[in-house]
C-alpha cells in the first residue's frame, strides 16, 4: 500500500523552464491538494480537487496550474519557473463527503530548486 | 482562509521531559490534524481529532472545538521526537496549517 506517491523527489530547473509534478494515490480520496512549504514556515496550499474533474485555487495558486487526471492522479505544472519558486512541494489526499473531510496523507514531497 | 497560530514556536527539552504544544484556530473546523516533520522532511500523521481525546504511546491530544483549540502532550520525549510539529484544520474542504513548533530534544 503505497499512500500518496510524488515523484520526482528532487529536481534543479533554470528560470523559464516548465516541469510538471506528478502525485498519484492509491486510497481512493476524492480529494487532493498540492502545497508548497518554504524553509522554516508552514505549509500553503496552492490548488486542490475536492473530486474527479474539479479543481480550485487556494492560497498562492499564481504560476502554477494543476490537472485532475482522474481519480487516482493530481499534477502540477509550472509553466515558466522562477526562482521564488523554490520550494518543497508536498501532494495529500483525504477522502471527503458532504463538506466533511477524513484525514489527510501526505507524500514524501519534490525538493525544487530554481536557478 | 482560517488563521491557525501555534505556540511555542520553538522549544528546547531534555531528554524525559514532558511538553504541551498548543494550536488556537481563529473559526469553525470539522477537521484538526497534528502532523510530525522529521529532520527528513517527511510529514508524519500523529492524530486525526476533531474533537475530543485520543492517545497513542507518549502522545496524546485534545481538541476543544468550541473554544477553538487543540494541544497536544508529549511525554517523556526521546531524541527521536525532534522536529517540527505542525497542526492543521479543515474548514470547507481545505486544510490550513499552522507555522508549527520546532522542537529540539537533547540527549
Known amino acids: 500500500n503505497a499512500g500518496v506517491t510524488q515523484t520526482p523527489k528532487f529536481q534543479v530547473l533554470k528560470t523559464g523552464q516548465s516541469m510538471t509534478l506528478q502525485c498519484a494515490q492509491d486510497m481512493n480520496h476524492n480529494s487532493m491538494y498540492w502545497y508548497r512549504q518554504d524553509p522554516g514556515m508552514g505549509l500553503r496550499l496552492i490548488y486542490y480537487s475536492a473530486s474527479e474533474g474539479t479543481t480550485d485555487k487556494g492560497e498562492v495558486p499564481n504560476g502554477y496550474n494543476v490537472s485532475r487526471l482522474n481519480k487516482r492522479e493530481f499534477s502540477l505544472r509550472l509553466e515558466s519557473a522562477a526562482p521564488s519558486q523554490t520550494s518543497v512541494y508536498f501532494c495529500?489526499?483525504?477522502?471527503?463527503?458532504?463538506?466533511?473531510?477524513?484525514?489527510?496523507?501526505f507524500g514524501q514531497g519534490t525538493r525544487l530548486t530554481v536557478v | 482562509g482560517i488563521q491557525v497560530e501555534q505556540s511555542p514556536p520553538d522549544l528546547i527539552l531534555q531528554e524525559g521531559a514532558n511538553s504541551t504544544l498548543r494550536c488556537n484556530f481563529s473559526?469553525?473546523?470539522?477537521?484538526l490534524q497534528w502532523f510530525h516533520q522529521n529532520p527528513w522532511g517527511q510529514l508524519i500523521n500523529l492524530f486525526y481529532?476533531?474533537?475530543g481525546t485520543k492517545q497513542n504511546g507518549r502522545l496524546s491530544a485534545t481538541t476543544v472545538a468550541t473554544e477553538r483549540y487543540s494541544l497536544l502532550y508529549i511525554s517523556s520525549s526521546q531524541t527521536t521526537d525532534s522536529g517540527v510539529y505542525f497542526c492543521a484544520v479543515v474548514n470547507f474542504n481545505k486544510f490550513y496549517f499552522g507555522s508549527g513548533t520546532k522542537l529540539n530534544v537533547k540527549p
Open positions: 481529532i476533531p474533537s
Open positions: 473559526d469553525s473546523v470539522n477537521n
Open positions: 495529500a489526499s483525504s477522502e471527503s463527503f458532504g463538506g466533511q473531510n477524513t484525514e489527510a496523507f
